[in-house]
């Protein structure tokens, strides 16, 4: 996918001055779903801890584990397809879904399949790829990538989803303009019912790969993620290699953070094991079972700062409960992962010099990290790309010599406390009229969307220092 | 494409200062997979089975899920009947062909139509058996192979699952114990289903609407005779 994260700030005026996303954007409720799915289990916080430890473990032994999962799955007539990047990974797709002469290639949703750009590529190569998860679909038909990892057109109104279904299901009879969200769903249903029953080729992402057994796993509310594997010649698993975990006791225990985490279910509808092709008396199922298993530049985040951030499980989590996404929405971020995760796995994934803006884009409030399942340090890790990002002298020139100022007398002790002292003081006068500035200088972004209040009274430091004469601390 | 899969884990194991062949390590990881020692339980589903069943019902159908119980092997085709009527579906199943629910008298109900095999796209309900069923989020654990078609749990409109009693455990982890021993020489089937509830999407503004792709209905009868006949580990 063609990455627009160079253009965060112009993104993030045009979505906060969309009012049809805006719109959309205030119906979000995952986080009072989360909240109470959390509350019913009292394990919650214990389960998160050993999920973290269970994917430490995996990661600090990850040659290991994808050695025993191809051993497994390659036992139980599985195909494993190793793809150091994403031109790796969509030949290797192009070249089964040749051989087996596919026509039309239906798809589970797959976060993989958007960074791999998997839909153009086919296209560009005359086969069909029909998206089956209904928000997948709905953007498909847009023309647009997803805004949120686990609901893609999450930044939609009804209307929006009615105008692209009257035009786009033309060519299928249906010349009426639906108006409620059940009818819209019912001719969806409909409608990819007919692409099931006649793809070639089913691909879907995973969730986890199980070392144990060989299995790829899925999660889904829809069931269309299974009509896409049980309905084809050949399944084919978009998979990169820190989905792996050991058992399927493992998985379990990180299963029962997910869907609590991301929607507030219990368990989600569908979870699916997937394990080789269908065998030999077996009646329905896909023909072959193929695993493309992409690095894209994963392994390389091992031993780094960053390999904390591959024990996400893609729940979004993060991404319900950061202040920023709930106001610019998904698309601003630029690529296939908004919000925080999106934050450092971008810059990780396609370059600091092409998303340099998104480890910016947060308060460090914390939320994040207070929600992640895995136990991620996302703020630490926003700082550590805001430094190389520094370093490698990316940041906009006014910030960096401003910065660079501010270091100048941080080392300077004596010479910054009177200087704050001073500045503090003349603030106080100049603001003594109103109690706030509507303007400032060299802060106009700041004082755009809310006044300064005047300082009042002395500095923390000269109370600091007041007390600890005074003998009271 | 080997070239790949030699760079890669080369790769792992220099960023993780690793050697290659390391025995030891393997030894452990081997242990830890062959061990699959369970992680933490929750204590919901931690009790006697009678409160187990009532818990796994409870469950499934805060899940959206219908259930029913019956005493016998041979009222399941009262039970489905009742279902197909309540809803007003048409009087047609397709039954899996597993030879507990095809040897039920289904002959005894001439307005009954049954057919047995994979699912077809008209398909209006089918019948399955499940492997187990766990309490701990009223979730149905169901196991591909020749007498059970993983086709017939999505494509039809309403799907009937037929759980034994004695197959509600706790926890998955007791699931998972029961599909490893009644697997024979380390086979595993090719696809393990965990179905909570109904198929259902809320992706047009967060609006829960039924029946996105999989079944709008999932109606489960519970048999509390143990007489099906299958392995039970």
């Keep these: 996918m063609q990455a627009t994260s160079r253009n965060f700030k112009k993104n993030v005026h045009a979505a906060i001055n969309d009012a049809t996303l805006q719109r959309a954007m205030t119906k979000l409720g995952f986080q009072a779903a989360r909240a109470a799915a959390v509350s019913r289990l009292p394990e919650f916080d214990k389960l998160r801890d050993q999920a973290r430890d269970i994917k430490n473990h995996v990661l600090e032994n990850l040659d290991l584990y994808l050695e025993r999962y191809e051993a497994e799955m390659t036992r139980r007539g599985g195909q494993l397809h190793w793809c150091r990047t994403a031109d790796e990974a969509r030949a290797a797709v192009l070249e089964i879904c040749r051989r087996l002469d596919a026509k039309i290639v239906t798809k589970g949703k797959s976060m993989v399949g958007e960074e791999i750009g998997i839909n153009e590529f086919l296209e560009a190569n005359g086969i069909a790829p029909v998206e089956t998860d209904l928000g997948e679909y709905i953007i498909q038909l847009r023309h647009e990538p997803p805004s949120h990892i686990i609901a893609p057109a999450v930044h939609l109104t009804k209307d929006q989803v009615a105008d692209a279904f009257l035009e786009n299901h033309r060519q299928y009879g249906k010349t009426r303009r639906l108006e409620e969200a059940a009818d819209l769903l019912a001719e969806a249903r409909e409608i990819l019912r007919e692409k099931f029953i006649a793809a070639d080729v089913g691909i879907t992402g995973a969730n986890f790969l199980i070392a144990e057994t060989g299995s790829s796993v899925i999660v889904t509310n829809e069931g269309n993620g299974d009509l896409t594997q049980n309905l084809t010649k050949a399944h084919i698993v978009l998979a990169t290699p820190e989905k792996l975990v050991p058992t399927l006791e493992d998985a379990t225990t990180i299963l029962r953070l997910l869907a609590r985490s991301a929607t507030g279910q219990e368990m989600s509808v569908y979870t699916t094991f997937s394990t080789g092709p269908r065998r030999g008396e077996d009646l329905d199922g896909p023909g072959e079972y193929h695993v493309i298993l992409v690095d894209n530049g994963r392994t390389a985040l091992l031993g780094t700062e960053f390999q904390d951030i591959l024990r996400c499980i893609r729940c979004a989590a993060c991404i319900n409960h950061c202040p920023v996404y709930n106001t610019i929405g998904g698309h601003a971020y630029g690529w296939v992962y908004p919000g925080p995760i999106g934050s450092v796995l971008t810059p990780a994934l396609i370059g600091i010099d092409e998303a340099g803006d998104l480890p910016n884009a947060s308060t460090l409030c914390g939320r994040c990290e207070s929600v992640c399942p895995m136990r991620i340090p996302l703020p630490k890790m926003l700082r550590h790309w805001r430094e190389k990002e520094f370093e490698k002298g990316l940041a906009p020139k006014p910030f960096r010599t401003g910065l660079k100022l501010w270091a100048w007398f941080a080392k300077r002790p004596r010479l910054y406390h009177f200087g704050s002292r001073m500045a503090m003081k003349l603030l106080g006068i100049l603001g003594r009229g109103r109690g706030s500035f509507r303007h400032l200088p060299l802060a106009r972004g700041w004082t755009g969307g809310r006044d300064m209040p005047a300082p009042e009274g002395p500095t923390f430091q000269s109370l600091w220092a007041a007390e600890r004469k005074s003998g009271r601390t | ?233």
């Design chain 2, 1 to 233: 494409m080997s070239e790949a899969r030699d760079q890669i884990l080369d790769g792992v194991r220099r960023a993780l200062k690793r050697q290659a062949g390391d025995d030891v390590r393997k030894a452990s990881v081997d242990g830890r997979i062959s061990q699959h020692r369970r992680n933490l339980v929750p204590k919901r589903a931690l009790l006697d089975h009678g409160a187990q069943i009532g818990l796994f019902v409870d469950m499934a159908e805060k899940a959206a899920a219908t259930t029913a119980r019956v005493a016998h092997y041979a009222d399941i085709p009262d039970a489905v009947i009742d279902y197909l009527k309540r809803f007003n579906l048409p009087h047609k199943i397709k039954l899996a062909p597993d030879p507990a629910l095809t040897g039920l008298s289904w002959t005894a109900r001439p307005l009954l139509k049954i057919e047995t095999g994979i699912a077809a796209p008209g398909d209006s309900a089918s019948v399955t058996p499940a492997f187990a069923g766990i309490a701990e989020t009223g979730t149905l654990m169901l196991l591909s192979g020749p007498t059970a078609p993983t086709t017939l749990n999505f494509l039809p409109e309403n799907h009937i699952v037929v759980l034994t009693e004695s197959r509600v455990v706790g926890p998955f982890e007791d699931a998972w114990d029961r599909a490893r021993t009644a697997q024979r020489d380390g086979a595993w089937p090719r696809t393990v289903n965990f179905i909570t509830g109904p198929s259902r999407s809320a992706d047009i503004e967060q609006q829960l609407q039924m029946g996105a792709h999989g079944p709008r209905r999932l109606h489960i009868i519970l048999v509390a005779e143990d007489g099906d006949g299958q392995g039970k580990g």
